[in-house]
């Protein structure tokens, strides 16, 4: 085991990293479902492009930590810092910024589930009402392949509009 009290500050400040991204990525969660409640769909793409910048900062920082704990001689993830804990109990830093982060995890996680809910909501309602503009066309396409609406006679036979 390559355990050096050295090495611990900086995993300790890779956790703190990761707690503020994952605080940020949070916030912007927030902010997607401020815009998904209240339907602003046009916040929605810079929304979804800084989510995504937020989800490959936190990617980083957990591969920079999965790297720190392999230095010291400890497998990645939940197990590695649980061995940790066991064996350096004075690491409490560490645990404390390790549950911190688990609970902003977490946070962030179901935020991130109720939006989803809510875009499926949006979505089935746009699907209800493409279903009733559909309903008055029962041919099912309104516009013909030159982009000119088209309407159905009564003996079926098409008539362009334009």
Not at 113 to 127: K, P
Request: charged content about 15%; glycine content about 8%.
């Amino acid at each position: 085991m390559n355990l050096s009290s050295a090495k611990l500050p900086q995993l300790d400040q890779c956790l703190q990293n990761e707690l503020s991204a994952m605080t940020s990525l949070s916030e912007i969660l927030k902010l997607e479902q401020a815009a998904l409640i209240e339907g602003h769909v046009n916040d929605l793409n810079e929304l979804t492009k800084r989510k995504g910048q937020s989800i490959a900062q936190v990617a980083e920082l957990e591969k920079i930590r999965s790297t720190h704990l392999e230095e010291m001689g400890f497998s990645t993830g939940l197990a590695g810092i649980n061995a940790l804990l066991v064996q350096v109990p004075s690491a409490t830093m560490i645990a404390d910024a390790w549950t911190q982060l688990l609970a902003a995890s977490e946070k962030a996680k179901e935020i991130n589930r109720t939006n989803g809910i809510l875009i499926n909501r949006q979505l089935t309602r746009n699907q209800g009402a493409l279903n009733i503009l559909q309903q008055n066309n029962p041919a099912g396409a309104m516009y013909g392949p030159n982009g000119q609406a088209k309407i159905q006679n009564i003996t079926g036979r098409g008539l362009v509009i334009g």
